[in-house]
């Protein structure tokens, strides 16, 4: 099976703050990996799939790279609405995992 | 408005049995493979079973270890998920999620609001 780490496991940070969190794949998945965003009570929502396409109506602050093993989300500057836990997700092979989440909160 | 309703969820006893249900609504599920994923409360997100189109192909996750039972009935714009011998860790919000795709990647892009199993004696 494929672990998929994620770093930091949490972060505090401000408003207007780039944040950057990264996803660690236990081996090769090309580019076979997804962002989620879940806010508290919530279902997750797909922010990226397939690394770095940015799925329809999510705003373009939010980016992804990386292929292989590292990848990246990077939210260029936070907004209140951000404030949630990220989820990364690998869809190269069953089991589909996903990494343990990184929760960003308000420094 | 395109959704996933997710119901069945509840109280069961360690050993029990429980059936979910998912409706979908102003989509035909016949057009996408489906899948189970469940979070603990408090807990992150766990991929449970796929199911293809046809329902003629299905994974689960290893911990499952044979217990769980994904189907689909596309005449009823359905999915199921049939749990037996259910365990205290078991105890999680289920959520029913839609695969979309673009060539060759695929990913969650829709998901129900999700149903609350709890496994407790």
């Known amino acids: 099976d494929i672990q998929m780490t994620q770093s930091p496991s949490s972060l505090s940070a401000s408003v207007g703050d780039r944040v950057t969190i990264t996803c660690r794949a236990s081996?090769?998945?090309?580019?076979?990996l997804n962002w989620y965003q879940q806010k508290p009570g919530k279902a997750p929502k797909l922010l990226i799939y397939a690394a770095f396409s940015l799925q329809s109506g999510v705003p373009s602050r939010f980016s992804g790279s990386g292929s292989g093993t590292d990848f990246t989300l990077t939210i260029s500057s936070l907004q209140p609405e951000d404030f949630a836990t990220y989820y990364c997700?690998?869809?190269?092979?069953?089991?589909?995992?996903f990494g343990p989440g990184t929760k960003v909160d308000i420094k | 408005e395109v959704q996933l309703v997710e119901s069945g969820g509840g109280v069961v006893q360690p050993g029990g049995s429980l059936r979910l249900s998912c409706a979908a609504s102003e989509f035909n599920i016949d057009d996408y493979t489906m899948h189970w994923v469940r979070q603990a409360p408090g807990k992150g997100l766990e991929w449970v079973s796929v199911i293809s189109v046809d329902g003629g192909d299905t994974h689960y996750a290893d911990s499952l270890k044979g217990r769980f039972t994904i189907s689909r009935d596309n005449s009823k714009n359905s999915l199921s998920l049939q749990m037996n011998s259910l365990r205290s860790e078991d105890t999680a919000f289920y959520y029913c999620?839609?695969?979309?795709?673009?060539?060759?990647?695929?990913?969650?892009?829709?998901w129900g609001r999700g149903t609350l199993v709890s496994v407790s004696s």
């Open positions: 997700q690998q869809s190269y092979s069953s089991p589909f995992t």
């Open positions: 999620v839609k695969q979309g795709e673009l060539r060759t990647s695929w990913y969650f892009d829709l």
């Open positions: 081996q090769s998945i090309i580019s076979y």
